[in-house]
């Protein structure tokens, strides 16, 4: 049995989808459908083949007759006006010349004469005069067409600027050289991009390949031994914790990349120097000699988000204690300077040091340097120089005298 609401309800929809449709059809009609076929110059976009991203593009809406065409060249429309203008003058001084006795046998013919020298004199002149823009316009739509080297074909360029030409062939030549220059950034993003998927994937997939071996060797029966079986979850749970580490470090990276503003405070770097001291020394397994060294009056003030920099103290305390020389010989020293606009801040270590070679690759992320002793995932000196970097600041790296490792950061002083 049918309802009859719905029935109701159907047809007041029905009505009014009718009465939106004849309205959009008052307010615009549908516009007329032609039979010609659509030429390429009626699209409304373009792709770039520099960075292959659509774009809008200035087209016409109707296609130029054939007949038509060579008229639009420019040299074609300078002489065409050229000659029409000396054509009127010659007519005009025809006119005032003619003698009215009727003896003009010789005045026509040197009138035509000198019309003819005239456009031909115009064309070749205005071929001659347009020439470095006819060598321009082909030179920058090469360029258009992706082809950065033929800017060679440019005309040559005097400085200072002579004329129009010069200017444009400037422009020309500078958006080029902005473009070659966006072209390597954009190369070397992209192969800095291909590298970091790399690395991350392979250090990923060495906890989850130990982690399928463990569960495999508690498949085979290991799970039936109460001790093989302990020792073999905890390193299930050892792996796990180094890929959670491993994330949440990507995650870090991830974020101090996005350039957001942080969550700044006012801070006073010793303090902050001397907990990271002490937190150090409980996770070392010696005794070596850590120290810190002011130079300058305290207090060492700055704004600046206290965890990230609580990160950063972290970081090269904890590489210092790893790569550093062992006690007793063993010593770490962080020193502080207060200098006029910024506070630098130094962790030394007495250790081997670093190769003069790896020291400009020492903040890449999933840089392994081929003397290192411990293991680790590459990513804590990438997260300090992001770190620095997001406080507007500056890291560096160097050899000491004594062989070591100085890391210096300098960070923006407040009062």
Not at 7 to 31: D, F, L, M, V, Y
Not at 70 to 80: G, H, K
Not at 133 to 148: C, N
Not at 229 to 246: F, K, P, S, Y
Request: with cysteine.
């Amino acid at each position: 049995m049918s309802d009859p609401y719905s029935k109701q309800s159907q047809e007041t929809s029905r009505r009014k989808i009718t009465a939106a449709s004849e309205h959009a059809n008052t307010e615009s009609p549908p516009a007329p459908v032609s039979s010609q076929p659509v030429s390429p110059l009626t699209s409304s976009t373009t792709t770039s083949p520099l960075t292959g991203m659509i774009m809008p593009a200035r087209t016409f809406t109707a296609q130029t007759p054939r007949w038509l065409r060579p008229f639009l060249s420019l040299p074609v429309q300078l002489s065409t006006i050229f000659s029409l203008i000396l054509l009127m003058v010659l007519m005009v001084a025809a006119i005032l010349l003619r003698d009215a006795s009727g003896s003009n046998a010789l005045l026509y013919p040197t009138v035509a004469l000198l019309a003819l020298g005239g456009i031909v004199l115009s064309a070749t002149f205005t071929t001659l005069l347009l020439r470095p823009l006819v060598r321009l316009t082909d030179a920058a739509q090469a360029i258009a067409l992706g082809d950065l080297k033929q800017r060679s074909r440019l005309p040559p360029l005097h400085l200072p600027p002579q004329d129009e030409i010069d200017r444009l062939c400037g422009s020309i030549d500078e958006m080029v050289t902005r473009l070659e220059r966006a072209e390597e950034l954009q190369h070397a993003a992209e192969e800095r991009f291909s590298r970091f998927f790399s690395d991350a994937s392979h250090q990923l997939r060495t906890p989850l390949t130990s982690i399928r071996g463990f569960t495999e060797v508690l498949l085979r029966g290991a799970k039936d031994d109460p001790e093989t079986a302990q020792r073999v979850l905890t390193l299930m749970r050892n792996e796990g914790e180094r890929m959670t580490a491993l994330i949440n470090n990507l995650l870090t990276l991830s974020r101090l990349s996005e350039h957001q503003p942080l969550k700044m405070q006012y801070i006073d770097l010793l303090d902050l120097v001397k907990e990271s001291i002490e937190q150090a020394r409980t996770q070392a397994t010696d005794d070596r000699r850590m120290q810190i060294s002011l130079r300058g009056e305290a207090p060492f003030g700055l704004q600046a988000n206290k965890e990230r920099i609580k990160q950063l103290l972290y970081i090269l305390l904890d590489n210092a204690v790893k790569h550093g020389m062992p006690a007793p010989e063993g010593s770490i020293t962080v020193q502080l300077t207060k200098r006029e606009q910024q506070i630098e801040v130094h962790v030394i270590d007495n250790g081997p040091g670093i190769a003069e070679d790896e020291l400009k690759h020492i903040f890449e992320a999933f840089y392994h340097g081929q003397h290192q002793r411990t293991p680790g995932s590459g990513l804590g000196l990438a997260i300090a120089a992001a770190i620095v970097d997001a406080h507007q600041g500056h890291i560096t790296v160097q050899r000491t005298p004594d062989a070591g490792s100085d890391f210096t950061f300098m960070l923006p002083y407040t009062k």
